[in-house]
């Protein structure tokens, strides 16, 4: 039976445990990643179930240059990511729109657009070249226990003894939740159908997101098919009802909804995938630390995708622990104390809720119908479209690179 002692123990190898690992790993910092699913090291395979995720990941202009940092975004993910080098929001059914645009504001991109399995690809392959690391797959736990000197874990496989545990366990953390931190959670009603289309036109790098009555559309640039095809990466969000429809229909039927919907704008379209959909609630720990204990990613909060930052911020999280852990330890200190992990909790405080605040904000402002909030958010948008300062701010917060 195994009898490991390290400084960290990450519960969850998702795109944010991972990210944690990459992060105290560069640093030197010892650390075992648990996970319940398979990874399969070189040949880069994600934890089980997990195969089949459709979903598309805006990858933010900061976050690339984070995972370039931690070695991670190399050949194999860069030829695989789609340029976004400009968004279009539009309130539907008006023609006021927003273009923020990367090259009018000096920049070559916005970020870039790359399936999220192959993202855990290159998370997993790439931990190989950290020594301090460790992974354990299958990982069953039996017991956590939090003590004044350590935090220990046990095991099918045998026991794990560390300083402090990171849940980065996902939404509603159970680890978080057995440790006494609450949620808050506001189900917004909605899934989000997800699906790859094929269209006529090229998207020449733009994502395009249109506030509807029924929900947000939101096409992301996919990199072109092998047959050539241009591709783009769908997340409607819709009522349960609606969602289930969308499902049900024949693939003529959806394509044909989502062009209409998305007013044609790259031309007449086909599905070329299937179809999934995925809950959607604002979640948010009421903590991010406890007792030898420190969240991640979608453990501390969960996000509406509009606005694509959800993994963006557990990256940025990841960062910031890694930070005052590899400080701490570099002292001589420990590392799982509160005292310790609070600095953490400070620095991730103020990002954490302006993103949240703003994607919930626009998600509610974008879902009233009466006349006067329409007038107040056809206005929102005209004005940003005119205020290159204030579309600059937004643009450099949502690209990453003022958090
Ligand atoms: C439709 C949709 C589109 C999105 N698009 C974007 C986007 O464009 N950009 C963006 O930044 N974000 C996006 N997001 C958000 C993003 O997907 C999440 O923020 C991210 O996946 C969260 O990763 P995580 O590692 O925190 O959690 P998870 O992905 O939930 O991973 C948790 C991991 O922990 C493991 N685990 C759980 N319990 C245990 C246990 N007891 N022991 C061991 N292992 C355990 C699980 O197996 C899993 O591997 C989107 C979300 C949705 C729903």
Redesign the pocket.
Known sequence: MMDDRTQVII???????LGVAHALGGRGVSCVV????LMHGSSGAM?RGRDSDL????VSYGSQQLMTSWGVWDEHLASAACKMTSICVQDGGDSAKTVFSAVEHGYERLGSIIA?SLLREGLARGLSRHSSVRVIEE?A?KTMTRGADGVEVVLEQGTVRGAVVVA????CS?IAQGASLGYYTYDYGQQ?V?AVMAHEKPHEGLACELFLPQGTLALLPMADDEAGRHRSSL?WSLGHEAAQAMLACSDDIFAEQVAYYSESLFGPMSLVSKRQT?PLTLTRAGAYVGDRLAL????CR?LH?LA?????L?WRDGEALAKVIHEAHTLGLDCGTQAILRRYEKARYADSLALMAATHGLNRLFAHRNPLSVAFRRCAVRMFAQVMPLQQKMMRYGMGMSA
Do not use: H, K, M, Y
Request: hydrophobic share 40%.
């Open positions: 519960v969850g190898g998702g795109l944010a445990g648990l996970e319940r699913g934890p979903r598309q990941t805006a999220q990982a736990i980065a366990d996902g939404r159970p989000a997800v997340v995925f991640v990613g979608d453990a969960s995708p694509g930052q959800g993994i963006n557990g």
